[in-house]
């Protein structure tokens, strides 16, 4: 089992910055896959960005070219760097931890991209 929690988040403008941060209570060298999901109020959960043990990324095509997920194994830390965010951007973002038998979510930050 392993413990995720965000943070980072807050209210940003348009085209403004924003780094996620996520922290794992053990080791997630061998977590296949850590990743971000955000949901919107009223929308479901969807995927943003996801990074494997390998360092393979893949990315939402609405976040493509302003997004960047990392991972940093010996901190057991996940990010997600946000640039030239838009007011759609705005959800509660989640960190995930898939690790094909086991499933694990943070809490939540929220992120809200407004003048």
């Known amino acids: 089992q392993v413990q995720l929690v965000e943070s980072g988040g807050g209210l940003v403008e348009p085209g403004g910055s924003l780094r996620l941060s996520c922290a794992a209570s053990r080791s997630i060298a061998g977590i296949y896959t850590m990743g971000w999901y955000r949901q919107a109020p009223g929308k479901q959960r969807d995927l943003v960005a996801v990074?494997?043990?390998?360092?393979?990324?893949n990315y939402a095509e609405s976040v493509k070219g302003r997004f960047t997920i990392s991972r940093d194994n010996a901190k057991n830390m996940v990010y997600l760097q946000m640039n030239g965010l838009k007011p759609e951007d705005t959800a509660v973002y989640y960190c995930?931890?898939?690790?094909?038998?086991?499933?694990?979510w943070g809490q939540g930050t929220q992120v809200t991209v407004s003048s």
């Open positions: 995930n931890a898939d690790q094909g038998y086991l499933v694990s």
């Open positions: 990074i494997d043990t390998v360092g393979s990324t």
